[in-house]
T-cell receptor
Framework: NAGVTQTPKFQVLKTGQSMTLQCAQDMNHNSMYWYRQDPGMGLRLIYYSASEGTTDKGEVPNGYNVSRLNKREFSLRLESAAPSQTSVYFC??????????????FGSGTRLTVV | QQQVKQSPQSLIVQKGGISIINCAYE??????FPWYQQFPGKGPALLIAIRPDVSEKKEGRFTISFNKSAKQFSLHIMDSQPGDSATYFCAAIPQAGTALIFGKGTTLSVSS
């Protein structure tokens, strides 16, 4: 049982380049999320998908786009990378049912450096 | 912007001591309060969670205390061990179908 798998684990981009961060979960979860983690800033939500076919902006969506490809996969795209997007990116998934909340399962992260 | 404010930013505790991390929130509609633990190079992992109709929840050495009127909740780690050294995040969810809002994290170091 792999949980949440993120690829790649490390990436260096030049300013202006584009790339897609991949995320897949094998737990049949409905909801998926993208967060970025920066020193002293905690985890900030970029985008989330409450269910297949829906996506919503989080706190810091500028410069990013997402695609919920199917129930398993949720990708994050940087169209024109900027140094300010240097960060560790985490994908997570969860099963949310009505008033019951369940824990998020996080991937191991993608460490992105934009030079 | 809805926020969850976490303190302290860092904490050093002796082995066997009690570690206490505090969080405060503003939105009274928040109704689920988890704590996550993160080790270096890893993703965060759920540690313990509480709903606002309960004032305290204990799981082993970890306890959440919740004060609804003060809009505060805290994590207590009893008998802290070097293996507890990690970054801890509190979080809250505004409503069903949205996403967790995290505090900025507390780096805990337990000295042996």
């Amino acid at each position: 049982n792999a949980g949440v798998t993120q690829t790649p684990k490390f990436q260096v981009l030049k300013t202006g380049q584009s790339m897609t961060l991949q995320c897949a979960q094998d737990m049949n979860h409905n909801s998926m999320y993208w967060y970025r983690q920066d020193p002293g800033m905690g985890l900030r939500l970029i985008y989330y998908s409450a269910s297949e076919g829906t996506t919503d902006k989080g706190e810091v969506p500028n410069g990013y786009n997402v695609s919920r490809l199917n129930k398993r996969e949720f990708s994050l795209r940087l169209e024109s990378a900027a140094p300010s997007q240097t960060s560790v990116y985490f994908c997570a998934s969860s099963e949310v049912g009505g008033v019951l909340y369940y824990g998020y399962t996080f991937g191991s992260g993608t460490r992105l450096t934009v030079v | 912007q809805q926020q969850v404010k976490q303190s302290p930013q860092s904490l050093i505790v002796q082995k066997g001591g009690i570690s206490i991390i505090n969080c405060a929130y503003e939105n009274t509609a928040f109704d689920y309060f988890p704590w996550y633990q993160q080790f270096p190079g890893k993703g965060p992992a759920l540690l313990i969670a509480i709903r606002p109709d309960v004032s305290e929840k204990k799981e082993g050495r970890f306890t959440i205390s919740f004060n609804k009127s003060a809009k505060q909740f805290s994590l207590h780690i009893m008998d802290s061990q070097p293996g507890d050294s990690a970054t801890y995040f509190c979080a809250a969810i505004p409503q069903a179908g949205t996403a967790l809002i995290f505090g900025k994290g507390t780096t805990l170091s337990v000295s042996s």
